[in-house]
């Protein structure tokens, strides 16, 4: 079992930034690829970022040269967040796959309006 806590959502301005925290605890020693996801109201949750544990990234188009994922230890990861627009806004959630599941956060909510 794994369990996930994210942190740093909050409100922005356009132009702004914020940087969302993530640490992982229990199982740990199996984690590979960490990950963050988004799910704006009435759509679809999408892949943002993601990061293996050998510091290999993917990004989704939409966000490139704006945010960058990082990770402090096997268990951190981070997803900062620049240029941020109102289509950034949704709830970002950490996202672990290991084995046959995938753990997921609570999720923290980003909203970027003036």
């Known amino acids: 079992q794994v369990q996930l806590v994210e942190s740093g959502g909050g409100l922005v301005q356009p132009g702004g930034s914020l940087r969302l925290s993530c640490v992982a605890s229990?199982?740990?020693?199996?984690?590979?690829?960490m990950g963050w996801y988004r799910q704006a109201p009435a759509k679809q949750r999408e892949s943002v970022a993601t990061?293996?544990?050998?510091?290999?990234t993917r990004y989704a188009d939409s966000v490139k040269g704006r945010f960058t994922i990082s990770r402090a230890s096997r268990n951190t990861v981070y997803l900062q967040m620049n240029s941020l627009k109102p289509e950034d806004t949704a709830v970002y959630y950490c996202?672990?796959?290991?084995?046959?599941?995938?753990?997921w956060g609570q999720g923290t909510q980003v909203t970027v309006s003036s």
């Open positions: 229990g199982s740990i020693s199996s984690i590979d690829a």
């Open positions: 990061i293996t544990i050998g510091g290999s």
């Open positions: 996202n672990i796959p290991l084995g046959p599941r995938n753990y």
